[in-house]
């Protein structure tokens, strides 16, 4: 077993504790949260008509970001300081970069689609609304992968 497992093991206090619990609770909750708008929210944005679809579509951001910003922000931050108690360990720099994409793909690709959405109509907003779909898979991937990863460490720290 390596060195810093044993250690997380045996000399994690209880705030280090809390803190890997948040992480992990937090990854969970968003990897629920992405597939539900990847297979259910997303997709029916195409069904709201143009002249009900800017004021749906502010509503949904309004809610969405008052749910998504304070759990992404506590696994960002959770992520980052487990990342830094083991900074050269394989696990948290591939959480981390997870992490990374995550942002990435959300403040530079999700965010700037959103934010075209209610300005255009028809075929124009059914094109945006196909690219955040798909768009999207890779965030719905990375999360999905993240939460498999760190189940499966938690279930082995467990053990």
Do not use: C
């Not at 948040?22 to 708008?37: Q, R």
């Amino acid at each position: 077993m390596a060195g810093w497992f044993k250690e997380l093991v045996s000399g994690w206090s209880s705030g280090w504790t809390l803190v890997l619990v948040l992480h992990v609770a937090t990854t969970l909750f968003m990897v629920g949260l992405i597939w539900l708008v990847q297979i259910v929210h997303y997709p029916l944005f195409a069904q709201v008509g143009d002249n009900a679809f800017s004021a749906y579509h502010q509503r949904h951001t309004q809610w969405i970001t008052i749910i998504v910003a304070p759990v992404m922000l506590l696994e960002l931050a959770t992520g980052l300081l487990l990342w830094l108690r083991a900074p050269t360990e394989p696990f948290w720099i591939i959480n981390t970069l997870g992490l990374g994409v995550l942002w990435a793909s959300t403040v530079l690709w999700q965010v700037p689609i959103h934010n075209q959405l209610p300005q255009a109509d028809g075929a124009a907003r059914l094109a945006l609304i196909h690219q955040l779909v798909t768009s999207n898979w890779l965030r719905t991937l990375v999360w999905s992968l993240r939460g498999a990863m760190l189940s499966g460490w938690l279930l082995k720290l467990l053990k």
